[in-house]
């Protein structure tokens, strides 16, 4: 009962983020003319470093956000690699709560942010060499039709601005025209959430956070797999163990980032709900999983400890 609970509660802190960030993304679509679209291209190789600063607080509804932002083309793949990598979730709390000193803490928040703008930057750089293009234009409303929340079509809303003779009933509609949506696509994506925390928290409870524990307890190059592997769950569990291992001094520094890097909370489950190209989905999976092996391994060889 008590994992259910956990669940709900978890869910419902995510709320007023999926709100906010379908609220905008429809009024992106309803009212982003050429200028507002080229300004978000332009903004494209600066997303990863503003993503990976937004991403080191301590709230996984960045991460859902930007899975919803990228789905609807309005980030780039390396700017959502850059606040998944980043995202602290259950980390910072845990910390506070352990005692750990305020710049060890900062230290380790400020390591995360450069892993994931460094890593952003150079995955959206090999992105555009490889397609030798851009960052794709906007297409929310592709979002919309998968979502069936029946939001208006720009083509057809402007050749309706020509028929609707009452300007201030014109301006009603169109402020009602993107809550609606708005409400529909974030009931539908939380829904979604809750079953599968739910369905999570029930397996892990079943599982056993010893299990998980003990799975991390080997030594050498393993560890690392091992972190990287127990992060990519989407479920608050995961950070929350790792940190604690850390804390114990039963896994190291690099370990430690090999975890939390992949641990992208509930952004990732949300990824593959709202974006269409299973491929696409499957590629930054693999991606995150390559950056926490990759960086933990690299870590440890160096020595490097907080």
């Known amino acids: 009962m008590d994992m259910i ?18 609220l905008l993304m429809e009024y992106l679509e309803e009212h982003a003319s050429g200028k507002m679209a080229e300004a978000v291209e ?28 990228y789905a609807g083309k309005v980030i780039t793949v390396g700017t959502l690699i850059a606040i998944f990598l980043s995202t602290s979730d259950e980390m910072l709390p845990i910390f506070l709560s352990g005692h750990l000193p305020p710049d060890r803490i900062v230290k380790i928040l400020l390591v995360k942010a450069f892993i994931g703008i460094l890593w952003g930057v150079l995955i959206d750089a090999a992105v555009r060499r490889i397609l030798k293009s851009g960052k794709a234009p906007m297409d929310i409303h592709s979002l919309c039709v998968k979502e ?49 925390s739910i369905i999570i928290n029930l397996v892990v409870e079943a599982a056993g956070e010893e299990t998980i524990r003990s799975f991390l307890s080997n030594k050498g190059i393993f560890v690392n797999f091992a972190a990287s592997l127990i992060g990519l769950i989407p479920n608050c569990a995961a950070s929350v163990i790792i940190t604690e291992l850390y804390m114990e001094g039963m896994i190291g520094f690099g370990a430690l980032m090999s975890g939390l890097l992949t641990g992208a909370g509930i952004g990732l489950l949300v990824l593959f709900r709202v974006n269409q190209d299973r491929r696409a989905n499957l ?16 870590i440890d060889m160096l020595k490097v400890s907080l």
């Open 283 to 298: 590629m930054i999976t693999a991606a995150l999983f390559f950056c926490g092996v990759f960086t933990g391994i690299l």
């Open 42 to 69: 332009r903004s494209g190789r600066l997303g990863p470093v503003i993503g990976g600063i937004v991403g080191i607080f301590p709230q996984c509804g960045f991460s859902t956000a930007a899975s919803n932002l």
């Open 5 to 22: 609970l956990d669940a709900c509660i978890d869910s419902v802190k995510m709320l007023p983020f999926l709100f906010i960030t379908y």
């Open 148 to 196: 069936k929340c029946h939001c208006d079509d720009p083509r057809q809303e402007y050749k309706d601005m020509h028929e609707v003779r009452d300007l201030k009933e014109h301006a009603h509609r169109h402020h009602h025209g993107i809550i609606k949506p708005a409400l529909k696509h974030t009931f539908n994506i939380f829904l979604f959430i809750l079953a599968v």
